[in-house]
């Protein structure tokens, strides 16, 4: 069992950054892949980017390429996502995941963390 606890969001302006963390439980943190997903009101949740259990492959939706950074500090157990030139339509909760593999993790997300709200104004 994982269990996943997001940190760090909150109210941005336009073209500002944030830094969301995401801290899990267990030994086995390194052995997992973790992303990023996010839900904005009346939509569906979609995924951001991953990052593999070893660091080495990362992989971003088209909508943050080139804006947003995803890192993970296995002796930390702890994932980040950093988020540059924030658009309003960024605006979302935002879901640390962790599946057995990348390919898991967009296929199925093993577990879910339970969100924290990002705002971008305008």
């Known amino acids: 069992q994982v269990q996943l606890v997001e940190s760090g969001g909150g109210l941005v302006q336009a073209g500002g950054s944030l830094r969301v963390s995401c801290a899990a439980s267990g030994r086995t943190f390194s052995s997992y892949a973790m992303g990023w997903f996010r839900q904005a009101p009346g939509k569906e949740r979609e995924f951001v980017a991953l990052i593999s259990g070893g660091g080495g492959n990362r992989y971003y939706a088209d909508s943050g390429k080139g804006r947003f950074t995803i890192s993970r500090d296995n002796a930390k157990n702890t994932v980040y996502l950093r988020m540059d030139s924030l658009k309003p339509e960024d605006t979302a909760v935002y879901y640390c995941?962790?599946?057995?593999?990348?390919?898991?993790?967009?296929?199925?997300?093993?577990?879910w963390g339970q969100g924290t709200q990002v705002t971008v104004s305008s």
């Open positions: 995941a962790a599946s057995p593999s990348s390919a898991s993790l967009l296929r199925d997300v093993r577990y």
